[in-house]
């Protein structure tokens, strides 16, 4: 080429809007220049080392390739014309030799199909002649933008990774002494092999199992939000029996109901339709809105489990409480993971903050959505839907059941 296509440079090179919004060094920052015009390409090469980038420069394939096993280049600024050489086959070289390289290249105006054609390679980006510094500067920042991002990206996921192996391994070993400690204490409690003797150690012995039961809860807690939030939670599904899983669950809560003053009581339709769902998911959903309902309704209170359908809507399950309630805008930090929304509350009422939040991911995972309806003193009301793909409408008209429990 005889004329020289890149401007002139300023004098000086003040630090771009990229760097000082990241605040990022650039030491590190390794390009590959191919160009058969040496002046164009040396010219470059100035530009960039006065930024405090590592440049090198090269103007044949052959050239290219010896220079990026030397240097390992994270860009790779590339002439589509290298005399009688395509600069677009070597796209394709870079790129297999080094699959995260980002390659920018350089054509005529008149020649703007050769840009296209190099996207279609795999060129992250291009350039038109003549270049200009500044612009040269602002797509270079673009590649290392997207570098940074890249490597935060596969940095958090690395991060997670780790988390969900360390929980998992936390939650085994602590899983199991725990079952150990319930299961004996529970053998204690029934007294199997004998009187315990004082009334107060079979008292200290429920404790126990209680405190046991619950600090497991906690821990299957932890681990399934920690799957959640890595994407690795699964379903199981089944044709599920809402009204037996809302039933068995309620049972199960009956004692605390009691033992609190409140009444619990199932609201359902006449032919409820079959869920196609998780079964134990569904439970754990249930479970989760019914122990946080009861613990924040006062004795003499009334919790309510409700079933709706429609045919167009899908199934719907409430749960309504004539709790503590709180105020409309502190409902999107009680969907958020360990948050207590008042330090009062959180000396009142023991929980981590656990439970909504998983409950909203389990339901998510169905496609399906949780939202809450609350006002400070007059209770609290969780409306789970499942979407309508979700009923299976060909076991709709079992036997009605009861109204209410």
Do not use: W
């Amino acid at each position: 080429m005889a004329a020289n296509p890149i401007q002139a440079a300023p004098a000086e090179h003040p630090l771009s809007d990229a760097d000082r919004r990241t605040g990022q060094d650039i030491t590190d920052r390794r390009v590959l220049v191919v160009d058969d015009d040496i002046d164009l390409a040396e010219s470059l090469q100035e530009i960039l080392a006065s930024r405090g980038y590592s440049a090198a420069v090269a103007h044949t394939i052959a050239g290219a390739e010896d220079a990026a096993r030397a240097l390992i280049p994270q860009v790779a600024i590339i002439d589509v014309n290298l005399g009688r050489e395509n600069g677009l086959t070597l796209i394709t070289t870079l790129k297999e030799a080094f699959p995260d390289i980002l390659c920018v290249v350089i054509t005529a105006r008149a020649e703007v199909e050769h840009a296209i054609e190099a996207l279609r390679r795999g060129a992250f980006d291009y350039l038109l002649k003549p270049l200009h510094p500044l612009e040269t500067l602002s797509r270079l920042e673009k590649c290392f933008d997207k570098i940074a991002l890249q490597e935060r990206a596969e940095k958090a996921e690395a991060a997670n990774e780790a988390k969900s192996a360390f929980l998992a391994i936390i939650s085994h070993e602590l899983r199991t002494p725990l079952n150990a400690i319930i299961g004996f204490a529970g053998l204690m409690e029934d007294q199997r092999f004998g009187p315990l003797g004082a009334p107060r150690y079979r008292e200290y012995v429920s404790d126990i199992r209680h405190s046991g039961e619950h600090l497991l809860v906690l821990i299957n807690n932890i681990l399934d939000l920690s799957r959640a939030e890595a994407g690795k939670l699964h379903l199981q599904e089944d044709a599920v029996d809402v009204v037996e899983a809302m039933q068995i669950c309620a049972r199960q809560l009956e004692p605390r109901a009691i033992e609190n003053h409140v009444q619990l009581e199932l609201s359902v339709p006449n032919a409820p339709p079959m869920l196609r769902c998780d079964a134990a998911k569904l439970r754990q959903v249930l479970l989760n809105l019914l122990s946080n309902a009861l613990k924040f309704t006062p004795a003499d209170g009334r919790v309510l489990l409700k079933l709706e359908c429609g045919a167009d809507e899908g199934v719907t399950l409430i749960v309504k409480d004539t709790g503590v309630g709180m105020s409309p805008a502190d409902i999107p930090r009680a969907l958020e993971p360990f948050t207590q929304l008042d330090n009062r509350l959180a000396r009142r009422y023991e929980g981590t903050g656990l439970g909504l939040p998983l409950t909203r991911s389990l339901v998510e995972l169905h496609g399906g959505t949780l939202r809450l309806e609350s006002a400070l003193g007059e209770g609290t009301t969780a409306i789970v839907t499942f979407p309508p793909s979700r009923t299976i409408v060909d076991l709709v008209g079992a036997q009605p059941r009861s109204a209410t429990k």
